[in-house]
């Protein structure tokens, strides 16, 4: 076997592929918290709660629909969002498309 073989071989999984083995792993583990505005507006953020099967359903809803879109392997993809749970979930859909 060759090095490049040897290297190839022992890389480290993806992103997407770590994701995919959490999520089967503990899909109703939860997975991230993230604030919501109050219902008044006026008084402090809720809180809301997200399982590693809910994040899943909508990252493999957003690859699937960026692939429908004709995004590529490999190809680039322009995120803008503030900070905020979705751009979470758009990042690793991104890289479950392989893009």
Do not use: H
Not at 14 to 32: H, K, N, Q
Not at 76 to 96: F, K, N, P, Q, Y
Request: aromatic content about 8%; glycine content about 8%; some cysteine.
């Amino acid at each position: 076997m060759s090095d490049t073989q040897t290297l190839i071989d022992n890389r480290p999984p993806s992103v997407a592929a770590l994701f995919i083995d959490r999520v089967a792993a503990t899909p109703d583990g939860e997975a991230y918290r993230y604030p919501v505005p109050s219902a008044s507006g006026a008084g402090p953020d809720d809180w809301k709660s997200l399982s590693w099967g809910q994040a899943s359903e909508r990252v493999f809803a957003i690859a699937a629909g960026l692939i429908a879109l004709g995004v590529r392997p490999e190809e680039r993809v322009a995120l803008s969002s503030a900070t905020r749970v979705e751009w979470v979930l758009i990042d690793l859909g991104v890289m479950c498309a392989g893009a």
